[in-house]
């Protein structure tokens, strides 16, 4: 079903509506954009090299400089290679959009979207901290290994959906979102004054030398080579199955054969400049969009345009800062362009409706609800002692009691309780997302309304030179709101059709990543403050937020019994649920504007990064509970008894260090997650 | 001159630690989140309870040495709070980059915020009004004026020493990675040491409130006669690649062999670490010119 959905790409991603009709075969389009980003690059790189040096010198810098002369010198190896690097970087990523694309027939496939690049981002981040002598192997294979592995849980991920470009693209987030996790959590848990893993990481793209162009020549050469010799199979791979099996090609084999090509590509530019935001995604659909219709065309026009984008953005990055300039990784300010691009793209590409998940589901249904419902609770209430009275002091392991016992809890109960509170909402959240949507791999964290919270808490911290507790809460529901707003006017055009609407959030999010890999690569210390809190920290919880977080889950609650018809119904399909005299319209509003609010509230106090929304309604489901309120109702309690266990877990494993209870609950979520969305 | 006031100011230490107190006072419990103003105080020779980080010190602060009863209470930005409530502190030292958490403290003990590094710059004169107000919270004033006529003195000894050396200007930083370093400049503790021991600061450009601007080597080459002192620790690898590096090895310093490695000194520091720095520029330019 989701085969047939996944169109093909020579028909269906033309942006609707605004079909290029250019006359003849040329991708003109692609051809005068390519001319216009051709032209500011040139133009750019002019003003730039004329600040460096006197025209007179120029082709002394560029043949043989004087190394008496710094000016020539610098031009001639770090100026010159910089430019050679953006080109064949921009290029590589360009071709390994297409690749993606045509081969997972996904119009949002790109480097970024499908969770490569940050698989390979992580791996030499992990190599770098935890085994540095694995780098002397060659960065490439430990940055390939990351981006096997990330593509890897992204395929496993979106299988059962067939691949579909929605499922695909929202595994991609999340196994992004897990790597960012880990990757932070090695930040926050190493915490020293210097970051150089930050502006690697954001994809600097400053050179001394030309050994990094020289790396990269000839691996990219090599994949782009055997893309080349593929054209021809992998176009056949943009019809359906069935077509290109009557062509006798098989077809395993060469998708198998492209995707590695081009996360080859993607592990190579990784390993050598760091993450390029969406610059990939931007060349592979600038390049359709200009007109390019066949694979062979575009195989050309987005390697091309995206040499010519990233040379440009570079160049541009390089006239804002000056050649003395504070550092603005260039890859951070491409995303920081690339994700608005994203979010005109998405009312503009023909996805497809995807099928709604639960309703096919065939897990067993449990006979005795009541009795796993009341295991959980018993599990949960025993956690919660533990989490309350047993933890490690300066004597060691030890219950608390007697005097010492107030003293504790009055530093234990707030940010059990909250966490308890935050865990229980993410659940239901998630829950109400997963029924609306009929995507398993719906939640909060994917909605962009965390990201929205985030973003606020970095306003005000970096906006206001002492924020305090309340200012930061102020900053971050506000922001938590501006996002919700964003999204629903998204949303609206499309009558809050649930795919559009997360594919919203993941430009949000992406948006959010990429204003903070800024931030962090100036290095500026209060970007740590911002980095524990995203890590999901229950520390600055005391009693009044604590209140106010538990008395918010309490009335939101209250009014969940109104919902459970809805939440029966959504999964059965829009069709379906108008014909049973809903108005579609109203009741996902409603919907929508519950979880907003239940993960603002959550958000404040564990962070963006948990996986709680996303997990805790599968684990309900896994236990056979089916209908909405049994499903809800263990979903909240399996939430809550994570997020516990996890606050438990992050305060007593390092003591007196702490690891933040969202990045625990984070890396206990992740391979649960993986587990349960394995399909046998 | 210059060790002779150091060894001075040294040997005062161990004195002042054994020093009788006033008859019965017993000492101040003092928890310290910041390892500038712990410095200030392992100096007047008050050994605080427990200290945030504790293994950094090591790496990144090196002197005065941390005693090893000084307990470790966890991450600066997450001091465990149970664990502190535990030792009893009667005060807690933070600065007000941990505003965000100052309530969670106060519940523990009294908190004291003494800023070094703010928006308004002057840090050298913030770190001389921070010792007389440590000096005056532990009953020491004596030997806070002491260490800050000490550290005057200091430089003006190297300002004498490093005459010879003045006309050219020199760079600090810290290498982030073979390409990056953040470089000190005004709103640095650097800065300021500097302007006392007579020698310009190669870095002119702009610099956050810490004192530092991040930018690549090659935006070091501006300034054709400077010297560059690069503090350790090195991030691994920046050694090796450096030396292969062309940019590298056409900047005037690299070119000139005036190139410095200093031991660590805690950049975000106070007058003790503002100390460290001019004694060791000045061993590490006198070593410069011995060799020729």
């Keep these: ?680 | 001159m210059t060790r002779r006031t150091a060894l001075a100011l040294s040997a005062l230490l161990p004195l002042a630690t054994v020093m009788p107190r006033a008859a019965g006072a017993k000492p101040l419990r003092i928890v310290c989140l910041d390892d500038g103003l712990a410095e200030t105080l392992l100096t007047l020779g008050v050994t605080p309870v427990a200290v945030a980080d504790r293994e950094v010190w090591e790496k990144w602060v090196v002197e005065p040495p941390l005693p090893p009863e000084v307990a470790d209470i966890g991450t600066i930005l997450e001091p465990n709070l149970e664990f502190l409530q535990q030792l009893r502190p009667d005060i807690i030292l933070s600065i007000p980059y941990l505003d965000g958490i100052k309530p969670l403290l106060e519940r523990v003990a009294p908190v004291t915020t003494i800023g070094i590094y703010t928006p308004d710059g002057q840090p050298y004169q913030r770190a001389v009004e921070a010792t007389r107000q440590l000096a005056a919270l532990v009953g020491r004033q004596k030997e806070g004026e002491a260490l800050i006529a000490a550290t005057e003195a200091h430089f003006s000894d190297v300002r004498r020493q490093l005459s010879p050396f003045s006309a050219r200007p020199v760079y600090v930083v810290n290498f982030l990675d073979p390409r990056n370093v953040r470089v000190y400049g005004r709103m640095s503790l650097f800065e300021a040491v500097f302007d006392r021991i007579g020698i310009r600061n190669a870095w002119t450009g702009e610099t956050n409130y810490w004192g530092f601007a991040t930018v690549g080597i090659d935006g070091l080459a501006t300034s054709s006669d400077a010297r560059l002192a690069y503090l350790e620790p090195l991030p691994e690898g920046a050694a090796g690649t450096l030396t292969e590096s062309p940019v590298w090895n056409a900047m005037p310093f690299v070119r000139n062999r005036s190139i410095m490695r200093l031991p660590p000194v805690l950049m975000f520091g106070t007058l003790p670490s503002a100390s460290r720095f001019a004694r060791l520029l000045a061993e590490a330019l006198m070593a410069e010119s011995a060799r020729g």
């Design chain 1, 1 to 680: 079903m989701a085969e047939q959905q996944a169109l093909s790409t020579e028909t269906s991603f033309r942006p609707a509506g605004r079909a290029p009709r250019f006359p003849g075969r040329h991708p003109v389009g692609a051809l005068l954009l390519c001319a216009a980003l051709l032209a500011a690059a040139l133009a750019a790189t002019f003003s730039n090299i004329t600040a460096q040096l006197p025209r007179a010198l120029w082709l002394d810098a560029l043949a043989s400089p004087d190394i008496d002369d710094m000016r020539q010198v610098l031009v001639h190896y770090a100026f010159l290679p910089r430019l050679a690097v953006s080109l064949l970087c921009g290029a590589a990523l360009g071709l390994a959009g297409t690749v993606l694309q045509q081969v997972l027939r996904n119009p949002l496939a790109s480097p970024e979207t499908v969770g490569v690049s940050a698989g390979a981002y992580l791996a030499l981040a992990l190599a770098t901290l935890l085994a540095p002598s694995l780098l002397a192997f060659g960065r490439e294979w430990v940055a390939l290994a990351g981006a096997f592995a990330a593509l890897a849980a992204v395929l496993a991920l979106s299988w059962h959906k067939g691949l579909s470009p929605l499922s695909v693209v929202l595994a991609g987030l999340v196994v992004s979102l897990y790597a960012g996790a880990i990757g932070a959590a090695l930040v926050v848990l190493r915490h020293e004054w210097l970051a150089s893993l930050f502006i690697w990481g954001a994809g600097s793209l400053g050179q001394q030398d030309w050994s990094a162009t020289l790396w990269l020549l000839p691996r990219l050469g090599a994949a782009a080579l055997a893309i080349g010799l593929m054209v021809r199979p992998l176009t056949l791979l943009g019809l359906d199955d069935e077509g290109a099996r009557s062509l006798g090609v098989p077809l395993a084999a060469y998708r198998f054969a492209g995707l590695a090509a081009a996360v080859c590509l993607i592990a190579f530019v990784v390993a050598a400049v760091g993450v390029i935001g969406f610059v990939g995604l931007a060349a592979a659909t600038l390049a359709r969009i200009g007109g390019a219709r066949r694979l062979g065309q575009q195989l050309v026009m987005a390697p091309l345009i995206g040499a010519a984008l990233l040379w440009a953005a570079d160049q541009g990055v390089q006239i804002a800062t000056g050649p003395q300039g504070d550092l603005i990784p260039t890859g951070a300010i491409t995303a920081l362009l690339g994700a608005p691009l994203l979010l005109w793209l998405l009312p503009r590409l023909g996805l497809g409706a995807e099928a709604p998940a639960l309703g096919a589901e065939r897990l067993p249904r449990a006979r005795h609800t009541g009795l796993w419902l009341a295991a959980i609770g018993g599990l949960l209430l025993l956690m919660l002692a533990l989490a309350l009275l047993y933890a490690p002091g300066p004597d060691g392991w030890t219950f608390a009691s007697g005097d010492q016992l107030q003293a504790l809890l009055s530093w234990r109960l707030p940010r059990v309780s909250a966490a308890f509170a935050a865990g229980a909402m993410l659940a239901l959240a998630g829950l109400m997302m997963q029924r609306l949507t009929g995507n398993p791999m719906a939640s909060p964290e994917v909605l962009g309304i965390s990201a929205g919270a985030a973003l606020g808490m970095m306003v005000a911290l970096f906006a206001l030179s002492d924020a305090s507790r309340p200012v930061q809460i102020a900053a971050a529901t506000t922001g938590a709101f501006a996002a919700l707003l964003v999204t629903l006017a998204i949303g609206r055009r499309a009558a809050y059709a649930p795919e559009r609407l997360l594919l919203a959030g993941v430009a949000l999010t992406a948006l959010f990543d990429a204003l903070i890999l800024v931030l962090t690569a100036t290095g500026d210390p209060r970007a740590m403050l911002l980095l524990n809190w995203l890590t999901g920290s229950t520390y600055g919880v005391d009693a009044a937020s604590a209140l106010l977080t538990v008395t918010t889950a309490f009335c939101l609650f209250l009014a969940v019994p109104l919902f459970m018809r809805w939440l029966d119904m959504l999964p059965l399909g829009a069709v379906a649920v108008q014909g049973l005299g809903v108005n579609l319209r109203v009741t996902r509003l409603l919907v929508l504007l519950m979880v907003a609010a239940l993960t603002a509230a959550s958000t404040l106090v564990v962070g963006p990064l948990t996986f709680i929304g996303l997990m805790a309604p599968h684990l309900a489901r896994r236990l056979g509970l089916a209908r909405a309120l049994p499903q809800a109702i263990g979903a909240v309690l399996v939430g809550a008894l994570i997020m516990v266990c996890a606050d438990w877990i992050g305060r007593t494993a390092i003591f007196p260090r702490q690891i933040p209870a969202g990045l625990v609950a984070t890396l206990i979520g992740g391979p649960v997650l993986m587990w349960l969305l394995r399909r046998r």
